[in-house]
């Protein structure tokens, strides 16, 4: 189950119109305020149509109004498309574009933390 600061941030991915952009703001001079984000969602490359099969669960990081990160052993390359799945049924499906891939030392050895830049939803009627 979502926290309310997460689905907050999905709403606001979904429709950036709904923030203030002065107030979100960060020192970092980010688009807007990151969440943390912690648990287990769905991500899969973007090849359409998108195949249930080829999504994985991966470990999230943070999420805010422009994008998410999260950890991995299998990073994307830069650049490459992603669809993904937040929350339970009903899940948010969002398309997302990979922003940096980091690598990383997790907790069971080397990893790669990898952000990735909200771009659009996909709607399944």
């Known amino acids: 189950?979502?926290?309310?600061?997460?689905?907050?941030?999905?709403?606001?991915?979904?429709?950036?119109?709904?923030?203030?952009?002065?107030?979100?703001?960060?020192?970092?001079?980010?688009r807007a305020v990151r969440e943390t984000f912690e648990g287990f969602h769905l991500v899969a490359l973007y090849h359409e149509p998108p195949e249930l099969a080829k999504f994985r669960g991966v470990r999230c990081r943070d999420i805010s109004t422009a994008g998410f990160s999260y950890f991995d052993d299998r990073p994307p390359a830069t650049g490459e498309r992603l669809i993904v799945l937040l929350g339970t049924s009903p899940q948010v499906c969002l398309v997302g574009q990979v922003a940096y891939n980091t690598p990383v030392m997790g907790s069971n050895g080397p990893e790669f933390l990898i952000g990735c830049q909200f771009t659009g939803r996909l709607r399944f009627d």
């Open 1 to 30: 189950m979502l926290k309310q600061s997460e689905k907050d941030a999905l709403v606001y991915a979904l429709d950036p119109s709904t923030f203030d952009s002065e107030i979100c703001r960060e020192h970092e001079n980010r």
